[in-house]
């Protein structure tokens, strides 16, 4: 009994195969390596010159691409980030208000259940939301300095 030679594997066949063995789809890996050709057409000297740059472009792309890990620290409040973004639109519209009327705006918005509050809970809620708003934009203003 002879053995039979196996036939020339093509460049097609072993791509086919390396995609597969990778785990990376076909179409994904299609997509990546014109990108890597792009980049390299485009910045082609810039990698030669440093070659940590290729690590530094590979751990951008796994940063932004999904799925994403949790922001650190505490998760923000939906109630503050809610009165941030209406503070700044309601000054806007209504740059002659004072703000006690802006506020007043914002209140029934971004505190939930505000209408059914008793009395002294909204006066509770609504010095609570300020100060957080407050808190939120002294913290901003120190990691930027």
């Not at 594997?9 to 789809?25: D, E, L, M, Y």
């Not at 029934?108 to 939120?136: C, H, S, T, W």
């Amino acid at each position: 009994m002879e053995t039979q030679e196996h036939p020339q594997v093509t460049a097609k066949h072993k791509a086919r195969q390396r995609s597969a063995a990778n785990g990376i789809p076909r179409e994904l890996l299609k997509d990546m390596v014109r990108a890597a050709r792009e980049l390299k057409a485009k910045h082609g000297a810039l990698f030669v010159a440093n070659p940590k740059l290729k690590d530094r472009a590979a751990r951008l792309l796994r940063s932004i691409l999904p799925p994403k890990m949790r922001r650190r620290g505490r998760p923000a409040l939906d109630s503050v980030s809610v009165a941030t973004g209406l503070l700044r639109k309601f000054r806007r519209l209504y740059p002659h208000d004072k703000p006690e009327q802006v506020w007043a705006r914002i209140y029934p918005l971004a505190i939930a259940g505000y209408e059914a509050l008793k009395l002294d809970e909204k006066k509770a809620q609504r010095l609570l939301l300020r100060e957080r708003v407050r808190g939120r934009k002294n913290q901003r203003r120190r990691r930027e300095a």
